[in-house]
Structures are given as structure tokens and as C-alpha cells.
């Protein structure tokens, strides 16, 4: 029997490809712009980031790769058996370099974020009142354009950060990225999932 796997086609690809390779594990070649490839007895779905979680958890893939911070955000009821170690970044809330942005709770914070739940649940649990502006990336424009007093957004290497004039203020989360299965494969295909599972272990 065949497992299907989501994957996503953005910053986690390099890393993923890589660990099949090192898993022995095979993986389709980077030149197909092809979004459902069978290679084998595995089947993946190359899907955006934020969507890796929704398709293991309806269970149209049986297992899939997935940041932290996706999971996070997307709080999907899947197993998350492993970390791959790779991919780590930061959740944190940026704001203009030397502004003199402190939330009291006197007003509310306007934050911009593709991780609205994430951005609320923080801010929220400072016991600060706060405004979510949901955007679909490039977030580190919106407080030097006006439209949020600071951003919450994953931090790499900090070069965005740095290169639009905004500084780190606090953390919210570590992200790398992890193995995620449907929890019905995980016992219905409990032989195929433990293979995979434990080619990716010894890989990591
Ligand atoms: C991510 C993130 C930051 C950047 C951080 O963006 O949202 O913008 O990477 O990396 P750095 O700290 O190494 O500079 P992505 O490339 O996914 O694009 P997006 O902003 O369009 O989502």
C-alpha cells in the first residue's frame, strides 16, 4: 500500500529534498512543475506552506512536512511525531527600528502577520488588547507604511528585519520543521508510516 505526502513547495523544499536523499528515500526531480508526482510507493502533493497541515489532517495525505510556525497557526488535530531539524527560524514581534512602541494595555496594538491566531494568542495573553491585519507576506512594509505598529513574522537570518528598518522586540516561538500524520493513517497504514517514520530518524 502507498503513502501520499504533503509537501511544501516553499522555503522547506531544499531541506526536504535533501533528508529523502540522505533517508534514501526517494523524491521528484526539481524540473517538473507537476503538483501530484508518484515515485514508487509514495505519492506527494506539493501544496503552499500554510495547506500542509489541512491536507494530513482531512487525511488526503497521510503524513506531510510542516514548519512549527504553520502548525501553530493552523492547530490541526494531526500526530506530530518528529522533528527534522531543519528550517529553524523565530516567530517574533518586530516593530520600526527606535520607535517607542511599548503596549501598556492603555490602547490597542495594531499588528500585521500571515499568523493571525498566533499574533492574537500572544498579545492577548500579555493581557493586551490587539487589532490582527492579516497579510499574505511582505508583512515587514506595514509599520513603515502606516498600516500596523509592528509585525509578528518569522525571523531567519534577520536580513529582512534589518533591510526594512525594523528591530526585534520579543519572541514568540522557535520553528523547525516537523513530521505531521493523519491520525487514522497513523493506524491504518501503522507498517508503511513506521518505515518512513524511522528512514527519516536515523536521517535527521
Ligand atoms: C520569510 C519571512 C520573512 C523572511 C525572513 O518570508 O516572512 O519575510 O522570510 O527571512 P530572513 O530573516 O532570513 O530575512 P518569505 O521568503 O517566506 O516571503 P513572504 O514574506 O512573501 O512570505
Known amino acids: 500500500m502507498s503513502l501520499t505526502v504533503a509537501l511544501s513547495k516553499g522555503k522547506l523544499l531544499a531541506g526536504t529534498q535533501e533528508l529523502f536523499g540522505r533517508a534514501g528515500l526517494p523524491f521528484p526531480d526539481g524540473e517538473s512543475r507537476r503538483l501530484v508526482v508518484s ?14 497541515p489541512t491536507y494530513v489532517e482531512y487525511g488526503v495525505a497521510d503524513c506531510g512536512i510542516a514548519g512549527r510556525d504553520v502548525l501553530l497557526e493552523a492547530e490541526s488535530d494531526v ?10 527560524c523565530r516567530l ?3 516593530r ?3 520607535a517607542h512602541f511599548a503596549p501598556d494595555g492603555s490602547s490597542t496594538v495594531r ?12 498579545f492577548l495573553g500579555r493581557g493586551l488588547s490587539v487589532e490582527v491585519v492579516r497579510l499574505a507576506g511582505s508583512v515587514e512594509i506595514a509599520p513603515g507604511l502606516g498600516l500596523a505598529d509592528c509585525i509578528v513574522d518569522v525571523v531567519e537570518t534577520g536580513r529582512t ?5 525594523l528591530e ?16 487514522a ?3 491504518a497504514q501503522r507498517t508503511e508510516l513506521s518505515s518512513l517514520v524511522e528512514a527519516l530518524r536515523r536521517a535527521v
Open 185 to 187: 493513517s497513523f493506524h
Open 79 to 88: 500526530f506530530e511525531p518528529l522533528d527534522l531539524g531543519f528550517g529553524r
Open 96 to 98: 520600526p527600528a527606535g
Open 111 to 122: 499588528v500585521a502577520t500571515k499568523y493571525p491566531k498566533v499574533a492574537a494568542g500572544h
Open 39 to 52: 515515485l514508487g510507493e509514495l505519492r506527494f502533493l506539493f501544496v503552499k506552506d500554510m495547506d500542509v
Open 168 to 183: 526585534e522586540v520579543e519572541d514568540v516561538a522557535e520553528s523547525s520543521a516537523r513530521l505531521v500524520v493523519n491520525r
Open 92 to 94: 517574533v514581534v518586530a
Open 161 to 165: 528585519l534589518r533591510e526594512n528598518d
